[in-house]
């Protein structure tokens, strides 16, 4: 307590206050705003998706309905390889565990790498472009709970694989897109479809391969969904813009900071 009432403290002019904290709130509120649009555009994806489909559960347009293993042409789960961690590499081939797969996105921020001998001899897990990755396990409290979070892989054909804790969903593009069926996993209607179907103790829960394979899937026409993927894209390209603005107007805020303060 005598170490900060004796921190000594720049005490610029009042006008220069006032100031600051008109430039500190204007960039400020640039941030707030340019957050409120990113979530206006995801509502804006979620009544898109309600308005021409319905809930993808009860399913009130009376849409063909087909499991997930109807439509897929594979479904596995990865490996963790013996040794564990002790496998991994500065550099190689990328290896996704369920810290990196949040709803709708992949964040490789965290990511591990194997080598090339691993990656070949877990061949049945490598990850094609397209592919979808849902998290296996985790804990199913909150509104980024870790179980059942699901995203596309963009990355190319055969340069991931995936452990033991997620699994890789391959769609038959020929039925249904696959960025529509990510867009019924990472619905609320799903969230709290997971949330029923999945086993295990209070900390932690898991879906079983063969929910995973049993997960209802809605299947409106091919052109249907080719309309709403279009859509949801182009507002996804708006939203990379926005989210690159926020991160330019952050870089400014925290340069005021320092200029002001330091």
């Known amino acids: 307590l005598k170490q900060i009432r004796e921190t000594p403290i720049c005490v610029p002019s009042f006008s220069e206050q006032k100031h600051i904290i008109a430039v500190l709130d204007k960039i400020y509120a640039l941030i707030e705003q340019r957050k409120e649009q990113l979530l206006q555009l995801d509502n804006l994806v979620k009544s898109r998706f309600i308005e021409l489909f319905g809930d993808p559960i009860n399913n009130p347009k009376g849409l063909p309905v087909k499991t997930l293993k109807q439509l897929s042409t594979l479904i596995t789960n990865g490996n963790t390889p013996k040794g564990g961690s002790e496998n991994y590499v500065a550099d190689g081939v990328l290896f996704i565990r369920s810290q990196n797969v949040w709803r709708n996105r992949i964040d490789l921020e965290d990511v591990a790498y194997i080598d090339e001998t691993t990656h070949l001899s877990m061949k049945k897990s490598m990850v094609k472009h397209k592919d979808i990755l849902i998290t296996k396990t985790g804990r199913i409290n909150t509104e980024n709970s870790s179980l059942g979070r699901a995203a596309l892989f963009k990355g190319e054909t055969g340069s991931a694989n995936i452990n033991g804790h997620v699994y890789l969903i391959r769609i038959n593009e020929k039925l249904v897109l696959p960025r529509f069926v990510l867009s019924i996993l990472t619905g609320i209607a799903y969230r709290d479809y997971i949330r029923k179907v999945c086993v295990g103790g209070i900390d932690k829960r898991q879906i079983n391969k063969e929910h995973v394979e049993e997960f209802p899937i809605i299947i409106p026409s091919i052109s249907m969904q ?37």
């Open 226 to 262: 080719e309309q709403y993927v279009e859509t949801i894209e182009a507002i996804e390209r708006q939203k990379e813009l926005i989210k690159q603005s926020i991160q330019e107007t952050e870089t400014l805020f925290n340069s005021r900071m320092d200029y002001y303060f330091n």
